[in-house]
């Protein structure tokens, strides 16, 4: 399996060489050559199988040779064997033709999980194949860094920086990136918003040359491997309640659009799918774009789900690249006006866009009534960005397709958020009940490219 830039001037890389490398050398993002399909007898044979024996069916055409068979395997057991519900991704019903898909039984409970606790293992043995250490440095608005930190700490060839935004993100989010020991983990708190995080990121990669110096990688979403972990989960749902006989919706929480592109491609290979439906909070210019109103760029506004805080949505750089018809000049041409607020879509993309994804906006008040009437309804408590897909659905629902709402983190994971809405604090699973009695271990640092780079020549290990 070849992978190809959606700005389309960067070298075709294979998998191996596509996830060391994250983003491309021309700005883009990589993305398969061609999908993989799946006939339905291939999606029937997926009933009643263990989650991990589904992950390596479809995760192993896309790995395509580079890695071998047994160490896929390896990094998946390894990597579930971490969580906290053997079904890994249960579903639960809340209405008729209504379902949570639960992404938050992870170690960080969140389910960027899912990805992450794969991706270590598979950097660690290649790394370890070719004598190489790399330098991981990500974004976070707060999941993916608490992930990332827990799949990558004191791992050997590996040293990892998350820039997170200072004081943007829950105490339980800060102290899952603040409290591990490891040498090769470290915290930077970053003077601005998430935006920010991933303006100075992007600085970094696109500095050529101190990319090369400190062999930067991203695992950002981003990153393909990322999006390819993720693809389990919409394929294990939809044959749980009856793919290939029964089509199936998703709605989706969505910042980054990583999680989202994810059901584009079970879609691509595939599953029948439905409605892929957006979900936002406030800081809705993807519902807006979808809605017809162009991609453009205003101020992020904080929100009780600050995972979907934001305005430059990476992945959405994906989405546009299909909608095109795959054609790289014309995604580069778009991407180039957004530091000047964004662009306009034109109509036959629009279609090709909104024939695949819904969308949805919710308000902060929304959000806390629905994690109320979810309460209400069901004994149930659900984190808030689960409640803005969780309302959004609602506007969605069809009495001929299931909807399959995804849970993307567990509600103690935004105790005062949901304690709030609804009065009633969200115990932290066992597991993780000493995370308030660690000490922490952060740096704080400017809004400013040079001082992050001078911090990380310093602090990384080699
Ligand atoms: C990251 C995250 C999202 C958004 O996912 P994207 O892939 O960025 O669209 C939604 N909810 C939670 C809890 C998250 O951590």
Redo the contacts with the bound molecule.
């Keep these: 399996m070849r992978y190809i830039s959606t700005r389309g001037r960067a070298d075709e890389l294979d998998f191996e060489e596509a996830m060391l490398t994250g983003l491309a050398r021309d700005g883009g993002l990589y993305v398969p050559q061609s999908f993989p399909t799946f006939s339905d007898d291939d999606i029937a044979a997926l009933a009643g199988l263990r989650y991990e024996e589904v992950a390596f069916r479809i995760m192993q055409p896309f790995v395509g040779g580079t890695i071998d068979d047994t160490v896929l395997r390896q990094a998946i057991e390894k990597g579930y064997s971490a969580f906290r519900h053997v079904a890994r991704a249960p579903l639960v019903q809340l209405k008729p033709g209504h379902f949570l898909l639960e992404l938050f039984h992870g170690p960080t409970m969140?389910?960027?999980d899912f990805p992450m606790q794969v991706i270590g293992p598979l950097f660690q043995s290649v790394l370890a194949r070719k004598h190489k250490r790399i330098t991981i440095v990500g974004a976070t608005?707060?999941?993916?860094g608490s992930a990332a930190i827990e799949a990558f700490r004191g791992l050997e060839n590996v040293d990892i920086f998350i820039l997170y935004p200072a004081g943007r993100v829950s105490d339980v989010q800060r102290r899952q990136m603040t409290t591990p020991t490891a040498a090769n983990v470290h915290a930077v708190a970053i003077e601005g918003d998430f935006d920010v995080c991933q303006a100075r990121l992007k600085d970094l990669f696109n500095d050529l040359e101190f990319r090369d110096e400190i062999a930067l990688t991203a695992i950002n979403?981003i990153n393909w491997a990322r999006i390819l972990a993720q693809i389990v989960y919409y394929v294990s749902s939809a044959v749980e309640l009856g793919a290939p006989g029964r089509t199936v919706s998703f709605t989706?929480?969505?910042?980054?659009?990583?999680?989202?592109f994810a059901g584009f491609v079970a879609k691509s290979m595939g599953l029948p799918i439905d409605r892929l439906i957006v979900a936002t909070n406030q800081n809705d210019i993807l519902h807006r774009c979808l809605s017809g109103h162009g991609y453009h760029t205003v101020e992020t506004l904080p929100s009780i789900?600050p995972?979907?805080d934001i305005q430059v949505s990476s992945?959405f750089e994906r989405a546009l690249f299909f909608a095109y018809d795959r054609d790289g000049r014309s995604v580069t041409h778009l991407m180039s006006t957004l530091e000047n607020g964004g662009f306009d879509v034109p109509h036959d993309v629009l279609r090709a866009l909104t024939d695949v994804y819904g969308s949805g906006r919710v308000s902060e008040e929304e959000t806390r009534a629905t994690i109320v009437r979810v309460y209400e309804e069901t004994g149930r408590l659900i984190?808030p960005?689960t409640a803005v897909g969780v309302r959004v659905a609602e506007d969605f629902l069809d009495p001929t397709v299931p909807m399959i709402s995804l849970a993307?983190?567990h509600p103690s994971k935004f105790p005062t958020a949901v304690e709030s809405a609804c009065g009633v604090h969200p115990p932290l699973p066992s597991l993780m009940d000493d995370l308030y009695d660690k000490p922490e271990r952060f740096t704080q640092i400017a809004d400013d490219t040079q001082a992050i780079q001078d911090y990380i020549r310093r602090a990384r290990r080699q």
Excluded at 141 to 144: N, R
Excluded at 252 to 260: A, H, L, Q, S, Y
């Design positions: 969140a389910f960027k608005s707060g999941d993916t979403s989706v929480p969505t910042g980054n659009f990583g999680d989202i789900s995972s979907m992945n984190c960005h993307t983190a």
